[in-house]
């Protein structure tokens, strides 16, 4: 007959980052083979974003539109419009501020607490100041011009590049070798600016290409000729 023997062991604890709660964890030996394990659950506030809960001021010249999960923001620049989740509700404050607050304390209420305030925050600015993205051209023969509602790139292919330029873009060529893409529509002005760089990346050994005005090249040494 097997004797029963209860023998506590030392009890640890575990931290769920993805729920945000601590765990404690207890383990007991009830007979010899079997063992019996024992959960405590002591609930966690989960830690509010930092950029989503700076308030947005809304300028005068720009227009609000709520409902539900819908926002239309329009300005002086244009209009825009976003849907959000349903981990977060926007509410807008007495003094004309609009925030976005989580529904939920979840894990992706997390996430989607900062990002969305700083896509409402891109959206009030661009439609009442607008963004702009400059690139330039370096290298022998690299140039840039506009033929209507197109740009012409002259990037050292045996043919010229033409790219359409999406609506709500302005471009601008400043000195043939300087790119200014303009908007009110910050995700449209990055992703037009990074298909024009994308036709000649920056090399890292002489800096030719097309590069941010901002950006750094990191350069590298060439292979150096054979000692005597």
Avoid at 63 to 89: A, H, I, N, W
Wanted: aromatic share 8%; with cysteine; hydrophobic share 35%.
């Amino acid at each position: 007959m097997a004797s029963s023997v209860t023998q506590p062991f030392p009890a640890c604890k575990l931290r769920s980052s993805f729920l945000g709660e601590r765990n404690g964890a207890c383990f007991s030996s009830i007979r010899r083979g079997l063992i019996r394990v024992g959960f405590s659950w002591r609930p966690i506030e989960c830690k509010e974003s930092r950029i989503g809960k700076q308030p947005i001021e809304v300028p005068k010249n720009v227009t609000l539109t709520m409902e539900d999960q819908f926002l239309k923001v329009k300005g002086p620049l244009g209009e825009l419009s976003q849907s959000y989740p349903r981990e977060v509700v926007l509410v807008r404050e007495d003094s004309g501020a609009l925030r976005v607050k989580k529904a939920v304390e979840t894990r992706r209420a997390n996430q989607m607490h900062g990002l969305f305030r700083t896509l409402t925050d891109n959206m009030v600015v661009g439609v009442s100041k607008g963004f702009e993205k400059r690139l330039q051209l370096v290298g022998v023969g690299y140039r840039a011009m506009l033929e209507g509602k197109d740009l012409v790139l002259s990037l050292g292919f045996s043919h010229p590049v033409r790219m359409e330029i999406p609506p709500g873009i302005q471009v601008k060529i400043e000195e043939n070798t300087r790119i200014v893409v303009s908007g009110y529509d910050k995700c449209a002005i990055g992703q037009f600016a990074a298909s024009v760089r994308k036709w000649r990346p920056p090399e890292p050994y002489k800096g030719k290409g097309v590069k941010y005005a901002d950006e750094v090249v990191r350069r590298k040494e060439g292979k150096a000729g054979k000692k005597k």
